[in-house]
């Protein structure tokens, strides 16, 4: 006899997760993957160099610009009002790359109840918006990034909920796993970003406290993992059974 799965049950919370991160590796190598992927890189440009600005902005300093360019490279443009110290440095360099994972674990966990999918993408959405008009800087940044915005607003205010969820999904495993696409530069001690040579996240990390580059690229990779699989953890956690009939799948 032919068995389906239960909706909302831990075998398709499971399962849709699967499914989100099958996606995110193979939609470059689908008929006009690169095309369609394109978007989705420009995102996780944004959210490395909100990383860096937004975690200059917690600890005092200025984020005067974001500049992403067409390649999907960007930098983020920071001042200091005072000199910082080699730990504000540090903790600006390391807010880039950690931006990601931190931005996919809220969203995984946010898939987890129905009541913050469309809060949480429209949430994004608005995020989106307004970074645009303060922080961004470039063509590519203007074109891509207010289109990707409203596209989510789009899914939070008239998609299903089977498809905003799968979309909250989607984003937030894409977040999570760009963070491990950046492996390379993570293990550079420089790279070259809008036609010039600079110092890599590790590398300005290794500058200001002096241990080598690849054991801070190694401490930000375990702590990004560690907590992703902890938002995995907690979305795929069985809803308790008094609370269940209030979901709907």
């Given amino acids: 006899m032919r068995q389906f799965v239960k909706p ?33 890189v420009i995102l996780s440009t944004w959210f490395h160099e909100m990383g860096h600005g937004l975690t200059a902005i917690m600890l005092g300093f200025n984020f005067e610009a974001l500049e992403i360019y067409s390649n999907g490279s960007g930098v983020a443009l920071t001042s200091y009002p005072q000199t910082p110290s080699n730990i504000s440095r ?22 987890r109840d129905p009541r913050f999918w469309r809060p949480a993408l429209l949430g994004l959405s608005a995020v989106i918006g307004i970074s645009t008009l303060i922080w961004v800087r470039s063509w590519t940044g203007w074109l891509v990034l207010p289109l990707t915005g409203l596209v989510m607003a789009a899914i939070a205010l008239k998609a299903s909920e089977g498809i905003t969820r799968f979309t909250l999904q989607f984003l937030g495993i894409h977040a999570a796993l760009s963070m491990f696409g ?11 970003i809008g036609g010039q040579q600079m110092p890599s996240d590790t590398g300005a990390i290794e500058q200001a406290l002096l241990l080598p580059h690849w054991l801070w690229a190694g401490l930000i990779i375990v702590s990004a993992t560690a907590m992703i699989l902890a938002s995995l953890k907690y979305a795929l956690k069985p809803v308790l059974p008094q609370n269940r009939q209030q979901f709907k799948s």
């Fill in 8 to 40: 909302g049950s831990q075998e398709e919370k499971v399962g849709r997760l699967i499914l989100a991160a099958v996606l995110v590796l193979f939609l470059p190598s689908l008929p006009l993957g690169n095309y369609l992927a394109y978007p989705f």
């Fill in 90 to 111: 540090a903790l600006i360099s390391a807010g880039g790359p950690m931006g990601p994972a931190f931005v996919g674990s809220a969203l995984i966990i946010a898939s």
């Fill in 182 to 192: 950046q492996w390379d530069y993570l293990l550079m001690e420089s790279a070259v």
